[in-house]
């Protein structure tokens, strides 16, 4: 089993930067393909971005693609997202996600995540 525990989130103007971390602990880090989704109030959970165990693989949604990017440092087993250009849609909770996971392309789909952070909020106001 592995916990994850997300950090970062905060009040941005639109147009600023964050970056969240997801800190991991439990098991081998290296041995899972990382998630970050979102959801805001009133929606259904959405995907974000994600990442292959050895970073080989990333994948990202079309509403982020060109200002999220993400990331993992398997020594210090935490894996990032950095956000740029942020919009007032990005308001969300972000959470991230691990699942065991061998392939390249990680998976995109939060029913095939096993393990989940409890998110941390991001707020972009306008």
């Known amino acids: 089993q592995v916990q994850l525990v997300e950090s970062g989130g905060r009040l941005v103007q639109a147009g600023g930067s964050l970056r969240l971390s997801c800190a991991a602990s439990?098991?081998?880090?290296?041995?899972?393909?990382m998630g970050w989704f979102r959801q805001a109030p009133g929606k259904d959970r959405e995907f974000v971005a994600a990442i292959s165990r050895s970073s080989s693989g990333t994948s990202y949604s079309d509403s982020v693609k060109g200002r999220f990017a993400i990331s993992r440092d398997n020594a210090e087993n935490t894996v990032y997202l950095q956000m740029n250009s942020l919009k007032p849609e990005d308001t969300a909770v972000y959470s991230c996600a691990a699942r065991l996971w061998v392939l390249s392309a990680p998976p995109m789909f939060p029913s095939l995540y096993n393990y989940w952070g409890q998110g941390t909020q991001v707020t972009v106001s306008s």
């Open positions: 439990g098991d081998t880090f290296s041995r899972y393909a």
